[in-house]
């Protein structure tokens, strides 16, 4: 039944896309900043190739400020169209002391001083670049971009948005081939429904034609694997009521992986934890793991499925070994999600959700732990995700006093969750000698 079920698909796929006839992209100003990044000088160097030995994180980049040029006003700080004090959704403040005047963007939120606190845009030239070279000089290797697939999918009613996350990918490309780190897009299928997944297909398309996403002859970033283009899908299998079939998510896949003219690429798939034995957080659908084993790459999501990493550390270690397993049986790689602490106060009012960091024990035990289970790599979730408080760049332990209430860093220097990264991806690489505390730098 699976085999049938499965040639069918591949038939739709193949035999029925529209996009598969007509190549040429359809105009639409929303695209029109995607062209190609300037070759280097001399000799262009391979695309990075697997990712087996590297750390890589989770980029956002959805995040942007009054003043910005979107005329998205603070979208992704603001909570209801308010950002104020009493009024926003992220839980850490950046830390902009090393930011440019033209980088950083004035609130109506104060320090305790009394001077104003500033945030950034994640589409400013400038800040990306910095943020890449931040990956460079602390050891991350690279980023997984984050592309909500709700902004292709319904393009149309938000072509502004669209065109300010398409400007995102260039600028991270970009930044990416400028400081030697390799980035590869990843799909969110979040706030999916079935119907959308026609035009999610023609956002994919028009990325893959207009922008030679993964084949662009002058992109010597984007990361392959096993000598195909790496695209993650994040969001399949989970059973937390998301309105898209597991059928469509595989239809989607597929094409990626088959479509003889935009597809050709390989694929990472963001899993629930409970995968392997589909429980916790997901599905029972019993062709969950037919459909995984399409996948080049299973990532499960780690985040706040453990809170206490010297109670549950075995646990752990048990986990990611018994999920390794079962991929290497498939031919599929494993890539381990490691988060360092958690916090929904202000995005939802949720303070039960709080995971504390401990001043970086809670991060580095995952490391520890990834390590004893004889992985190589891990995914760190996530770089600049300040709304669940899960950032590992640099965040300030001086943010805005009154109404709404922020994490700090704990009195480490800002830029300690980046050394740290960094230090974990040596450990995971066999360059330190394990050890079970942080030693300070």
């Not at 994180?57 to 400020?65: D, K, P, S």
């Not at 909570?79 to 004090?85: A, I, N, S």
């Not at 931040?134 to 697939?149: L, P, S, T």
Request: proline residues 5%; aromatic residues 12%; charged residues 30%.
């Amino acid at each position: 039944m699976t085999s049938i079920r499965s040639a069918i698909l591949s038939f739709v796929i193949l035999a029925s896309s529209v996009f598969a006839k007509d190549p040429e992209v359809p105009r639409n100003e929303a695209y029109e900043v995607l062209i190609p990044a300037s070759a280097r000088e001399g000799e262009r160097p391979p695309n990075p190739e697997g990712l087996s030995g590297r750390v890589v994180t989770g980029y956002q980049g959805w995040f942007r400020a009054e003043g910005d040029g979107s005329g998205l006003g603070f979208h992704h700080y603001q909570k209801r169209g308010k950002f104020e004090p009493g009024h926003c959704t992220i839980d850490l403040w950046p830390d902009l002391s090393e930011f440019e005047e033209d980088e950083k963007f004035p609130t109506s939120f104060r320090h305790a001083d009394g001077s104003v606190a500033h945030v950034f845009s994640s589409i400013h030239p400038k800040t990306v670049d910095r943020h890449f070279r931040w990956m460079k000089e602390y050891g991350i290797d690279g980023a997984f971009v984050q592309r909500f697939a709700t902004h292709g999918a319904k393009s149309r009613r938000d072509s502004r948005g669209l065109k300010w996350e398409n400007e995102k990918l260039k600028l991270v490309r970009d930044a990416a081939m400028k400081h030697d780190r390799c980035w590869v897009l990843m799909y969110d299928l979040s706030g999916l429904h079935d119907d959308d997944f026609d035009r999610l297909a023609e956002d994919w398309k028009n990325l893959r034609l207009g922008m030679q996403l993964g084949t662009d002859p002058n992109d010597s970033a984007y990361l392959h694997l096993k000598g195909k283009p790496l695209v993650a899908i994040w969001g399949v299998g989970f059973n937390d009521d998301r309105e898209y079939s597991l059928e469509k998510t595989e239809w989607f896949i597929r094409l990626l992986k088959h479509n003889p003219e935009w597809g050709g690429m390989s694929i990472m798939l963001g899993v629930p934890y409970g995968w392997r034995e589909q429980d916790r957080d997901a599905t029972d659908d019993p062709q969950l793991h037919e459909v995984l084993k399409l996948a080049d790459v299973l990532s499960p999501w780690s985040v706040t499925r453990y809170q206490d990493m010297e109670k549950e550390s075995a646990k752990v270690v048990a986990h990611q070994i018994a999920d390794r397993e079962w991929c290497e049986r498939e031919k599929i790689e494993y890539l381990p999600v490691l988060f360092p602490g958690f916090s929904w106060r202000n995005l939802k009012g949720d303070e039960e959700s709080f995971i504390s960091r401990r001043k970086g024990e809670f991060y580095w035990q995952q490391f520890v732990a990834t390590a004893a289970a004889g992985n190589r790599s891990a995914y760190l979730a996530m770089f600049d995700e300040i709304d669940e408080a899960t950032a590992i760049f640099k965040c300030t332990n001086d943010p805005p006093v009154g109404e709404s209430v922020f994490q700090t860093y704990e009195g480490l220097p800002s830029d300690h969750y980046l050394w740290l990264s960094g230090e974990g991806g040596r450990l995971l690489r066999g360059e330190l000698p394990r050890r079970e505390e942080v030693v300070e730098p």
